[in-house]
C-alpha cells in the first residue's frame, strides 16, 4: 500500500493544477481565492505590525521622558491651617529610593501647572523644576530626536519643547515669560508671580502632548520661583524593568515613608494600552474572517474541479486509487492554494512593514500633505514593527483556515462513486 502524499498523487494534482480552463482545470474561482487569500494575510501582517508599532512608540516616548513612578505624600494640615503634600526631606527619601535593588534613578521635581509668554502669544505649560544631573538621565530629553542648543547650560536658563517654542515663537537665546497665579500672599490677596528665563535648549521628545506643554526649569529656581524653598513636590523614579513596575510597588513604600503614595506610568497610561490591546483583538477577528472569506472561495474552485474532473476520477478509482488517494490529490490542489497565497501575503505584508516610511510619505505626497495629525495621535510619523509571532500566528491562521476549507470538497471528490462517475462516458 503506498505511503499518503505518494509521489503519483503529487503528479496528479500537479497535472490539474496546471490544467487549462478548457480541460477543466484551475478555474476562476481558485485564481479568486488566491489573491483574496493573498491580500488578507498581506492587510493581517501589516495591521499587526503597525499595531504593534503604535504600542512600542507609545511606550517608548511614555518612558523615555516620563517617570515610571511618582512618589508624592498624602496631604498634612500645616500650623496655620492649610493642607500640605510636599516632601520636606527629599534628599534622604531620595537616597532611600535609589537603594532598592533595580532603581536606577530618584530624581525630586517641584511641578506647577503654570501661563508661559513670549510677545503677545500665550499658552499654558507644566513646568518641571529639576537638577542638572537629573535632567541628563532622562534619554528623551538628553538624547531627543531633534534638539537646538546645548543642554549643559541648562543652569543658565530653562529648556522647552518643540511645540512650546513654535507655539509662542521661540527660540534659543530668547526669553520666555512664566506667570504662575500662586505667587506672593498680600494684604489685598494673591498677587501672580512673573518670571522671565532665557530659553537655553529646544527639545522634541518624539510625543505631541510632551513638546507641547513641557518646560524643564533648574530645581533652585523653580522652589524659588513657585515658594518650595527647602521642598519637593515629589520624586520621580525610574526602573531597569518597567513592564513589571509592579513588583516595586512594596519597596517604594516602605522606603518612601509612612505617608508615601505611589502613580505609576501604567496608572498614567494604563487604560490607553488596555484601549490598544482590545483594539487589537478586534481588528485581529475582523482581518481573520476576511481570511475566511478568501478561503471559502477555494471550497469554490474545488467543488468545480471535482465536477469537471469527475469521469478522471471514476477512471482512476477503477485503476485502483484509494478513497484516501483520491481525497490526498484533491486536498493537494485546494492546500497549494492556499500555501502560494499566504507566502505571497507574506512577502507583501513584510514589504510593507519593513518600507512603509517611503510608503506612507508616497501617500502624503498625493493627498496633497497633512495626512497625519500629530495633534490628534501623540506621535508624529505611522510606526511599524514587525514581529516575528505576528507573522506566525498570521501565516498558521491562514493555513488552518485554507487547509480546513480544502478538506470538504476533496472528501466529496474521494466518495464519488466511480459507476456513476462513468455511466454516461
Known sequence: MPKPFAPFEWMIAWRYLRAKRAEGGVSVMTWISLIGITLAVFALIATLAVRAGFRAEFVDTIL????????????????????????????????????????????????????????????????????????LTIPRIATPEQSIGAISDFEKGVAVGSGVARELGLGVGDRIKIISPNG???????????????????????????????????????????NREGVADE?????????????????????????ALLWTWKD???????????EDNVMFIILSILVLIAAMNIVS????????????????????????????????????????????????????ALY????????????????????IRGIYQLPAKLQLEDVLSAVGLSLLLSFTATIFPARKAARMNPVEALRYE
Open 64 to 135: 523615555g521622558a516620563n517617570a515610571h513612578v511618582t512618589v508624592y505624600q498624602t496631604s498634612e494640615i500645616t500650623p496655620n491651617g492649610g493642607a500640605s503634600r510636599v516632601i520636606e526631606d527629599y534628599d534622604a527619601v531620595a537616597e532611600r529610593l535609589r537603594q532598592i535593588d533595580g532603581v536606577t534613578r530618584a530624581a525630586p521635581l517641584v511641578r506647577g501647572n503654570v501661563m508661559a509668554n513670549q510677545a503677545d502669544r500665550n499658552t499654558g505649560v507644566q513646568v518641571y523644576g529639576i537638577s542638572l544631573p537629573d535632567l
Open 184 to 226: 506672593a500672599r498680600t494684604p489685598f490677596g494673591t498677587k501672580p508671580r512673573v518670571g522671565a528665563f532665557e530659553v537655553v535648549y529646544i527639545f522634541s521628545a518624539g510625543r505631541y502632548d510632551i513638546d507641547q506643554t513641557r518646560v524643564y526649569m533648574p530645581f533652585a529656581q523653580a522652589q524659588e520661583f513657585f
Open 235 to 259: 520624586i520621580e523614579v525610574m526602573v531597569d524593568t518597567p513592564e513589571q513596575i509592579e513588583r516595586f510597588a512594596g519597596p517604594l513604600m516602605t522606603a518612601g515613608g509612612d505617608r
Open 268 to 278: 498614567a497610561s494604563g487604560s490607553f494600552l488596555q484601549a490598544l490591546d482590545i
Open 301 to 352: 474552485g474545488l467543488i468545480m474541479l471535482v465536477k469537471n474532473k469527475g469521469r478522471d476520477i471514476g477512471i482512476l478509482r477503477t485503476m485502483g486509487l484509494t478513497e484516501g488517494a483520491v481525497l490526498r490529490v484533491f486536498f493537494i490542489c485546494g492546500a497549494f492554494t492556499g500555501v502560494i497565497a499566504t507566502a505571497l501575503g507574506v512577502i507583501l505584508g513584510c514589504l510593507f
Open 356 to 375: 512603509i516610511d517611503p510608503i506612507f510619505g508616497f501617500v502624503n505626497t498625493v493627498a496633497g500633505g497633512g495626512v497625519w495629525d500629530p495633534s
